[in-house]
């Protein structure tokens, strides 16, 4: 089987989980695509064997969170920072769980009023970032670099690109145009909306958990 082993804190469980299982002997004949350099290093650590798409286009099943899941199961992902890497492997899976708590339920993409994130080029960023705020005017869009530490030093994605963070004070309708839109813009590498991507998204609250399937 080939899992798509996602890099956030509650994938970070599910790895740790299934190198116990696999030094128990309870799993075997597992292949883990990770989607960050830290998960990667991470499910070496484990003992558990890894591969790429190059090797396995389709992926059986990734298990991941996500940073918003709105009424139609579609995400937000990547504060993380691991977006393109993300959509890659999770884009080629059969099956794409997201498990959450239920505090990333939003009404709308966007909803939670935290980070959009979009991966870009560092070539010329401040420019693609005015692009994206005025390309979301309508919904009161704040396009932000993501800096790390005291001296605001751009964060660097895994590819050497920039993350553009956007904030909308309304929703952006149509998400499927709006991914249109934002992919036609030279120097976008990729977004964090995930849309129609998630199969199964799994919900703990505090009545328990609620499973959400998309068929």
């Known amino acids: 089987m080939v899992l798509g082993l996602g890099p956030g804190s509650t994938a970070k469980h599910v790895v740790d989980r299934i190198g116990e299982l696999l030094r128990q002997g309870k799993l075997k004949d597992i292949d883990g695509i990770p989607t960050s350099k830290k998960t990667h290093e991470q499910a070496l650590s484990l003992g558990i064997p890894l591969s790429d798409l190059n090797s396995h286009p389709v992926v059986d099943l990734a298990i991941d ?4 899941v709105d009424p139609y199961l ?8 691991s977006l393109l890497r993300e959509k890659m492997v999770e884009g080629a899976c059969k099956k794409f769980v997201v498990i959450v708590d239920e505090s990333k339920l939003v009404n709308y ?5 935290l980070a959009m994130p ?9 420019f693609t970032a005015s692009r994206l705020q005025n390309l979301f005017q309508e919904s009161g869009c704040v396009a932000k670099l993501r800096t790390l530490g005291e001296k605001a030093e751009p964060y660097v994605t895994d590819n050497g690109n920039y993350i553009i963070d956007l904030y909308f004070k309304q929703s952006i309708g149509d998400l499927k ?9 030279a120097g976008v590498v990729e977004h964090g909306m995930f849309i129609d991507m998630a199969t199964t998204v799994i919900v703990a609250g505090e ?3 609620t499973v959400k399937n998309k068929y």
């Open 65 to 68: 969170g996500a940073d918003e």
């Open 74 to 81: 579609n995400l937000v992902k990547g504060r993380g920072g």
């Open 109 to 113: 993409i966007g909803g939670s009023g």
């Open 118 to 126: 979009v991966e870009v080029i560092q070539f010329c960023w401040k």
């Open 177 to 185: 145009a709006a991914s249109d839109s934002i992919l036609q813009i």
């Open 207 to 209: 009545l328990g958990l």
